[in-house]
């Protein structure tokens, strides 16, 4: 079957699912997807600003009952204080009559916490897929430059003894034929091994020695287009090309130079054969990328797909990438993974202060004590995952508790402004419209 030359990215579709689409697509116009993500966190939190919104305004009912209820719930204190469970089960009983919500605290964060794992394994299907599509167009540009000049014929390739003018592909041709044979000669053994060593040479390049010992890299030299071309070698001009591309087609963001791979600064940007295998894990085996990137069969096939992923063909594509310091830099340098478990931290502060002042705390021990272990292991675990997982979802979870932390300040001002105004014109109206004065009698 004949496959179309530098078509491995053309024959993959993008992923599907919601978060797929709203991100590769709806949100296309932003072309940085560091930028894009912000703006789709934010659009995210916006939509579910009502939910949170519904919370506060339950929360802070419950602070109004609370205040209410405290002369009855410290009478029940002092009543039951050697006997911390029935204290409970009477404050909740005394709550719920009197229409005190706990679960208006939790449909929201439960409502959030599905939001975050559907998302989490969408932002994880994205990343996958483009660390290999980004790879595949690498690909593509090595192997149009590869096939390009393996058709060029060259007026000193050394086969043997004998120094000719011949292309790789009529050497690969020669040496076929030879293989081709049910029964070599020794001579034909030996011919097999000079085509494969020409053929080596032109692919890879060598060096010449002259009469005092000195090498200098033999330059290939022929006709290409009608025109003098020269070259070191096939690998050399199609690393150039793979180096090219990667300044078209890389995804930077800040100070992270990949943001397909983790902040941090024991990575590199351009990934080592078995990061790469691992940030590709949902596709590297053909079966599973034909399957969820619909590939067409007639441009990409099994063999094509192994070869390309393979870790000698990724090393010969990424080469010149790898020891490039302008491109292949540290990724990052913690920052989101620290800003992540920072404001994680604040924001489980933020909302734990606002539960106790509207009486939603929960009572110490028990659950109590559950909850202040969500306090550290919430911030610990958005550390797990800033540090295993994609810059693209750090950069998620840092935009999204930052939301997070300015919905809940700016509306517990706002309902508090509220609450004071309210209470001013009541005391106002008592003032105005209150028991006459004896002395005015």
Avoid at 270 to 289: C, E, P, R, V
Avoid at 419 to 432: D, H, L, R, Y
């Amino acid at each position: 079957m004949a496959f179309l030359i530098g078509a491995a990215a053309e024959a993959m579709s993008d992923p599907g699912g919601l978060w797929e689409i709203l991100i590769l697509k709806v949100f296309k116009f932003i072309g940085n997807y560091g930028w894009r993500i912000v703006f789709f966190t934010v659009c995210l939190k916006l939509l579910l600003l009502p939910l949170d919104l519904f919370q506060r305004f339950k929360m802070r009912k419950n602070q109004l009952i609370t205040e209410r209820l405290k002369p009855q719930l410290e009478k029940l204190q002092q009543q039951y204080a050697g006997d911390r469970q029935t204290l409970s089960q009477k404050q909740m009983e005394l709550n719920k009559r009197e229409g005190f919500s706990y679960f208006s605290s939790c449909l929201p964060m439960i409502v959030t916490l599905v939001i975050f794992f559907y998302l989490f394994a969408g932002l994880n299907n994205i990343s996958q897929y483009k660390n290999l599509y980004q790879y595949a167009e690498l690909y593509d540009a090595y192997t149009v430059v590869e096939t390009e000049l393996k058709d060029v014929e060259f007026d000193n390739v050394q086969v043997g003894d004998a120094v000719i003018t011949t292309s790789w592909n009529k050497l690969s041709a020669e040496q076929g034929e030879l293989n081709a044979k049910e029964e070599k000669t020794e001579e034909d053994n030996k011919r097999i091994t000079d085509l494969q060593r020409a053929m080596d040479r032109i692919e890879n390049g060598y060096s010449d020695t002259n009469d005092a010992g000195e090498s200098t890299p033999h330059l290939f030299t022929g006709i290409k287009d009608g025109a003098k071309f020269e070259m070191y070698s096939v690998k050399d001009l199609a690393q150039n090309a793979a180096v090219e591309k990667y300044g078209e087609v890389e995804e930077s963001f800040l100070w992270v130079s990949n943001i397909w791979s983790p902040d941090v600064p024991w990575r590199k940007a351009i990934l080592s054969h078995d990061n790469f295998i691992s940030n590709i894990s949902g596709y590297k085996t053909y079966s599973k990328a034909a399957k969820k990137l619909k590939i067409n069969k007639d441009e990409l096939d099994q063999t094509k797909f192994d070869e390309m992923i393979s870790e000698a063909k990724y090393n010969a594509v990424t080469g010149k990438l790898r020891s490039n310091k302008d491109y292949n830099k540290v990724n990052g340098f913690l920052v989101l993974p620290l800003l992540s478990v920072g404001l994680s931290f604040l924001s489980q502060f933020i909302t734990s202060r606002l539960q106790k002042k509207s009486g939603q705390a929960a009572p110490e021990g028990g659950m109590g004590g559950s909850m202040k272990m969500m306090m550290i292991i919430m911030p610990l675990m958005m550390g797990m995952f800033a540090l295993s997982y994609t810059a693209m979802f750090t950069l998620y979870i840092v935009v999204n508790s930052a939301s997070t932390i300015l919905i809940n300040v700016v509306t517990s001002v706002a309902m508090d402004g509220k609450s004071k105004k309210k209470e001013k014109q009541q005391t106002t109206g008592i003032q105005k419209y209150g028991r006459p004065d004896p002395k005015d009698l």
